[in-house]
T-cell receptor, first 112, second 115 residues
Framework: DAGITQSPRHKVTETGTPVTLRCHQTENHRYMYWYRQDPGHGLRLIHYSYGVKDTDKGEVSDGYSVSRSKTEDFLLTLESATSSQTSVYFC???????????FGPGTRLLVL | GESVGLHLPTLSVQEGDNSIINCAYSNSASDYFIWYKQESGKGPQFIIDIRSNMDKRQGQRVTVLLNKTVKHLSLQIAATQPGDSAVYFCAENIGNDTGRRALTFGSGTRLQVQP
């Protein structure tokens, strides 16, 4: 998985609780992305980062926030989890001048 | 467990045959395309890419064809093997600023290889 780890790999939580997912890379790539994958919708971009402390919204950003204080870590936070946020979350990275994105192994999140 | 759609189009082929997976993309301004393979419980894995100034690109056992006129992309897998069984996604890269680009993914095709 191109030097990308995600933690936790599986999580069950209750509606209304905060959840933070972590993406860690060892490739020193500048760009990092969070996607969610749901049946019938494929992969959809939540947020992305183009450098430390530089982030922007994707197409399904409502209910999510992100932070990137170090090149290697990109955090995705669900401030108050809802059942509609039950999904598989993937982190991806790409290097400067490279459009190809490489994906992590995913985090399966279940919100009860 | 499965992480992809339950109602994906499925292509079933015999081991050793060639497979062709098709994808229609949406934006005529897209200038970079990628094929990914996703096995059950894993993240998408890069297979091959192609830029819009090319019509064809070959890799190891895989070929991608791009027809910009009809906005169509195909992935050809030669001598399909059981290990090729997976869901295959095409993705188009839209945007002018490298890195800020977002990949837009197709819904995927499930490839089943029969022994």
């Amino acid at each position: 998985d191109a030097g990308i780890t995600q933690s936790p790999r599986h999580k069950v939580t209750e509606t209304g609780t905060p959840v933070t997912l972590r993406c860690h890379q060892t490739e020193n790539h500048r760009y990092m992305y969070w996607y969610r994958q749901d049946p019938g919708h494929g992969l959809r971009l939540i947020h992305y980062s183009y450098g430390v402390k530089d982030t922007d919204k994707g197409e399904v950003s409502d209910g999510y926030s992100v932070s990137r204080s170090k090149t290697e870590d990109f955090l995705l936070t669900l401030e108050s989890a809802t059942s509609s946020q039950t999904s598989v979350y993937f982190c991806a990275i790409s290097g400067l001048g490279r459009e190809t994105q490489y994906f992590g192994p995913g985090t399966r999140l279940l919100v009860l | 467990g499965e992480s992809v759609g339950l109602h994906l189009p499925t292509l079933s082929v015999q081991e050793g045959d060639n497979s062709i997976i098709n994808c229609a993309y949406s934006n005529s301004a897209s200038d970079y395309f990628i094929w990914y393979k996703q096995e059950s419980g894993k993240g998408p894995q890069f297979i091959i890419d192609i830029r819009s100034n090319m019509d064809k690109r070959q890799g190891q056992r895989v070929t991608v064809l791009l027809n910009k006129t009809v906005k169509h992309l195909s992935l050809q897998i030669a001598a399909t093997q059981p290990g090729d069984s997976a869901v295959y996604f095409c993705a188009e890269n839209i945007g002018n600023d490298t890195g800020r680009r977002a990949l837009t993914f197709g819904s995927g095709t499930r490839l089943q290889v029969q022994p």
